[in-house]
Nanobody, 119 residues
Framework: QGTLVESGGGLVQAGESLRLTCKASTTILSTFTSNTLGWYRQAPGKERELVANIIPGGRTNYADSVKGRFTISKENTRRSIYLQMNSLKPEDTGVYYC??????????WGQGTQVTVVS
């Protein structure tokens, strides 16, 4: 089923931007195009929460806290998922995880990438 590897996290000032990338190692295109692909985050002491996802067909969903600031996208041929994060706030700080959810409900997770926003 392959692995997911995130990159692009870092330490930024409030108001700045970051772009996260998730690369899936699967060579089977259908396992990428038929699945729900998303980004989650987990802040210290809090539960993991959905940030944004793309469902089969291309519709996107966003957490209310990031609407208008974050954009999720994917490139099927590159097996990659992106999260463009603009106007970052300190409350966006956390570990960001890439998720690949199969139609069966099985989840595949990346190892996470740290995003820290300081004011």
């Amino acid at each position: 089923q392959g692995t997911l590897v995130e990159s692009g996290g870092g330490l930024v000032q409030a108001g700045e931007s970051l772009r996260l990338t998730c690369k899936a190692s699967t060579t089977i295109l259908s396992t990428f195009t038929s699945n729900t692909l998303g980004w989650y985050r987990q802040a210290p002491g809090k539960e993991r929460e959905l940030v944004a996802n793309i469902i089969p067909g291309g519709r996107t969903n966003y957490a209310d806290s990031v609407k208008g600031r974050f954009t999720i996208s994917k490139e099927n041929t590159r097996r990659s998922i992106y999260l463009q994060m603009n106007s970052l706030k300190p409350e966006d700080t956390g570990v960001y995880y890439c998720n690949n959810r199969y139609p069966s409900g099985h989840d595949k997770w990346g190892q996470g990438t740290q995003v820290t926003v300081v004011s």
